[in-house]
């Protein structure tokens, strides 16, 4: 190789290696440069009035249950408060979580004032308590929010025959004792005497001679079963009745369906009839 071609290669090298320096320098630089700041966008707030804590229908509000939390502005739910006066006073016509903003859908009327189970009673309707035991609140299973079916065992009759009829059916359970909202997981009963049911007028004035006349007994619906059921009762016979096989209609000697024949038979005063 000559001279010549020998410096050729040596500056070519030199500037190859100058180069690689220059750009291994000029990105440690950059990296070592400050960052510039991301741009802040102001995000606008207000203040709302929320629940302080878990907070039950019914429940009259006092300004220990509420405080203001900041809301993004846009956000906030329609018909809501900034100032807790504005709510303080009034009364809860469905439950509030802790941290949920008060609205003016969650609130009963102005005009009520007092607080508890009459608040929860909705227009033309009436609150009626009436006294159980264990058996029939479905041993402390029945909670306020569900619906029950009112069955009443009462004597019919110049014998005082006891017939078992099916009264009022969908009835919502306002109050178990004196709880307003369920309470618990509700796998676990709750033992209470007293089930505050929600009733039309008329149907108050059923529950009320059943209450007095007969044995009542609840009947637990489904939520989604909104269908009514006619049934015509059971007295005693009906009851003994059930699940029996079907016996063979008797015949005569031509084979044509054989009459019954009603004999009745007196003995003093009781009279019985017999069928052959």
Not at 60 to 88: I, W, Y
């Amino acid at each position: 190789m000559s001279k010549t071609t020998r410096s050729i290669l040596q500056m070519t090298l030199a500037m190859v290696l100058a180069l690689a320096a220059g750009l291994l320098v000029f990105r440690w630089l950059a990296a070592r440069a400050p960052v510039a700041p991301a741009p802040q966008v102001a995000v606008q707030t207000v203040q709302l009035v929320v629940a302080a804590t878990d907070l039950v229908k019914g429940v009259k509000l006092e300004p220990s249950m509420l405080r203001l939390a900041p809301f993004v502005s846009g956000s906030e739910p329609p018909q809501s408060f900034h100032e807790v006066q504005a709510v303080s006073g009034r009364v809860l016509s469905m439950p509030v979580g802790k941290g949920e903003a008060l609205t003016s859908l969650r609130l009963a009327s102005e005009d009520v004032k007092v607080g508890g189970i009459s608040a929860l009673v909705a227009p033309g309707k009436r609150a009626m308590a009436v006294k159980g035991n264990k058996v029939m609140g479905l041993a402390g299973f029945i909670r306020p929010g569900n619906r029950v079916d009112v069955l009443v065992t009462m004597p019919v009759g110049e014998k005082e025959e006891k017939v078992t009829k099916l009264v009022l059916e969908k009835m919502p359970v306002l109050a178990t004792g004196t709880e307003l909202e369920p309470a618990g997981d509700g796998e676990k009963p709750s033992s209470v005497d007293v089930y505050t049911l929600e009733l039309t007028p008329d149907e108050s004035e059923k529950l009320a001679l059943a209450a007095t006349e007969g044995v009542l007994n609840f009947a637990l619906r489904n939520e989604a079963d909104q269908e009514s059921v006619l049934t015509e009762g059971a007295d005693t016979a009906a009851t003994l009745a059930s699940l029996r096989p079907v016996r063979a209609k008797k015949t005569a000697p031509d084979g044509s369906p054989r009459a019954e024949v009603e004999v009745e038979v007196i003995r003093g005063a009781s009279r019985d009839r017999m069928r052959f």
